[in-house]
């Protein structure tokens, strides 16, 4: 099966949609096939602004109908307690929540932009979206990540370049309970970091500290920039590391 046929299948659908180069992709080929759709941002504490202020640009530029729907996933105590299974109780909550507000705008049909080179091994977030009948076309029409940039690319999509980005909870390690202003100290640090022209980066939080996820060629801007960064770190965190382990 390819897109065309899957929405040929489905001509009306609701996308759970973060603004990312997989979920851009996959609204871009609903509206080019005639899919009558509609992106939903889920806005909880664990997204950042800039994915926001992405999505709503491309659902602009598509001209396709574009909800923020905003959930606090910080209500579910399973999701705080951040254990190994934290992101299968947050997918659980905030899907859940989403499919009931596009069955009230008239979508039965959920759709999310899982491609084929996304694995399912230690990914319990994965297993709650199989639960729900979350639907991947990406990923049932065997699309992989090199794919879905290339014809990004083609379709001139400005999200084809745009590197992969977890969500902020990734950034508290497992077992230490998530606060929002850990969250909130996470984004602002990365925020400053992206000023500063890194990019594909993490901030991790380690004992109050920052330890900081570098691709390997940007290891000599971080040496030549070690004052500036903690600087910039210091408002938000105890101490500023640098993980030697090249970001891949």
């Keep these: 099966m390819d897109l065309k046929t899957f929405f040929e299948q489905n001509p009306r659908a609701a996308l759970a949609f973060s603004g990312g180069v997989d979920s851009s992709y996959l609204l871009y080929a609903a509206k080019q096939y005639g899919c009558d759709v509609h992106a939903y941002f889920i806005k909880s504490a664990f997204q950042p602004q800039f994915e926001l202020d992405d999505a709503r640009r491309l659902a602009e530029q598509l001209h396709v109908p574009?909800?923020?729907a905003e959930f606090n996933a910080l209500e579910n105590p399973q999701v705080v307690a951040n254990d190994e299974l934290r992101c299968y109780y947050c997918k659980t909550t905030l899907f859940t929540q989403l499919r009931k507000l596009a069955a009230k705008d008239g979508c039965t049909l959920l759709m999310d932009g899982t491609n084929a080179s996304d694995s399912f091994e230690g990914r319990p977030g994965m297993r709650a979206l199989q639960e729900l009948d979350v639907r991947?076309?990406?990923?049932?029409?065997?699309?992989?990540?090199?794919?879905?940039?290339e014809l990004s690319r083609?379709?001139?999509l400005f999200t084809s370049e745009k590197?992969?980005?977890a969500c902020l909870a990734t950034r508290v390690p497992t077992g230490t309970a998530i606060t929002e202003d850990m969250l909130q100290k996470v984004e602002q640090g990365e925020n400053r970091m992206f000023a500063m022209g890194f990019t594909d980066f993490r901030?991790?939080?380690?004992?109050?500290?920052?330890?900081?996820?570098l691709p390997e060629n940007q290891f000599s801007m971080a040496i030549e920039k070690k004052n500036e960064l903690n600087q910039a770190l210091a408002p938000y965190f105890d101490g500023v590391l640098l993980d030697l382990t090249p970001r891949v």
């Design 136 to 149: 991947s076309p990406l990923r049932e029409c065997g699309l992989t990540k090199a794919d879905i940039r």
């Design 203 to 213: 901030i991790r939080l380690f004992h109050g500290a920052a330890k900081i996820q």
């Design 163 to 165: 590197p992969s980005y």
């Design 66 to 68: 574009f909800t923020v």
């Design 154 to 156: 083609k379709a001139g």
